[in-house]
């Protein structure tokens, strides 16, 4: 059973940056897809973010192009979403899931059978 734990979250002012990071347990990450998921208070969870198993595909949401980019190195089994140019917008909880490769990129649109348990990012002056 994948385990996955997130961490890096915290309180940024506007304009700010955090790098969030998705660890996983009891196997490895190389053969999943990763997303980055947020859900805001009284919002429904969106897609941020995706990673194909080998890094060679990735996905953004139109409201984080070009402020967040997603990476993964797989000899630390971790998973990383760098947030620059952070706004009130963007605060949530942001989740990490995985599923099984689809072998052809990553999608946002797709069933994750793991997640974490979740991250609190706080963007406010």
């Known amino acids: 059973q994948l385990q996955l734990v997130e961490s890096g979250g915290g309180l940024m002012q506007p304009g700010g940056s955090l790098r969030l990071s998705c660890a996983a347990s009891?196997?490895?990450?190389?053969?999943?897809?990763i997303g980055w998921f947020r859900q805001a208070p009284g919002k429904e969870r969106e897609g941020v973010s995706c990673i194909s198993s080998s890094g060679g595909s990735t996905n953004y949401a139109d409201s984080v192009k070009g402020r967040f980019t997603i990476s993964r190195d797989n000899a630390k089994n971790t998973v990383y979403l760098q947030m620059n140019s952070l706004k009130p917008e963007d605060t949530a909880v942001y989740y990490c899931?995985?599923?099984?490769?689809?072998?052809?990129?990553?999608?946002?649109?797709?069933?994750?059978?793991?997640w974490g348990q979740g991250t609190q990012v706080t963007v406010s002056s």
């Open positions: 009891r196997s490895t990450l190389r053969y999943y897809d």
């Open positions: 899931a995985a599923d099984g490769s689809l072998g052809t990129g990553c999608s946002l649109n797709r069933h994750y059978a793991f």
